[in-house]
């Protein structure tokens, strides 16, 4: 049995095509493999507290020390990264923001990058703690944006997950989907068959 975490991080709920992407994944994986547990964590309508000092702070510091806003803090990152860790297969949306992905999902990333816990420093350098993990990115943009400068997602997440040890990771894009509804229509035709060519295949499953 293999167990996904799906991570939502579009504000536009259903307008999202990030989102549709993501429900799509779902409702398919579950028709092909009806034992695989699937955890949902909607990141824009359950957001994590932006990083701040005093929550930096708490995740590098005894428990003992820490005021109760840190402590929460603290919990709340306790929580985040164990989920990480308790499945094998992590499915992400990613919209494109102003180049970027959303705030949202930012403020997650800052709260799983803890060392000692995803990651640990050595003399050689940084070494990832999750190697033993898959991840599919689902991303969406208005514009044509794959394999251009204007393209910080994927050259983004690769970096930080590659930095917490996970490497086996697949990009699916939805492009256009500004440029008209029958150009936003093909892209996710394209997309849904790369995401069947997974679930069918398996190629992401152990």
Known sequence: MNKLL??????????????KMADYLIENWQKHHQNDLITLRDLAKDPIP??????????????????????????????????????????????????SIPSQLKHYIDFIARAGETFKYTETGSVGLLADKQVIVLT?????????????????LTQFLSFIGINNVQFILTEGTALGEEYAQQSHAQAQKEIDLIINKEIMIK
Request: glycine share 4%.
């Open 140 to 156: 969406s943009r208005g514009g044509i944006h794959k394999g251009q400068p204007s393209d910080l997602i994927i050259p983004y």
């Open 50 to 99: 932006v990083l701040d000092q005093a929550t930096l702070f708490a995740f590098g510091k005894d428990t003992a020390m820490l005021s109760e806003q840190q402590k929460a803090a603290r919990a709340l990152s306790d929580t985040l990264i164990n989920e990480l860790k308790a499945h094998d297969i992590i499915v992400i949306t990613a919209p494109m923001y102003n180049f």
């Open 6 to 19: 799906v991570l939502k991080s579009s504000i536009l709920e259903n307008y999202s095509h990030s989102n």
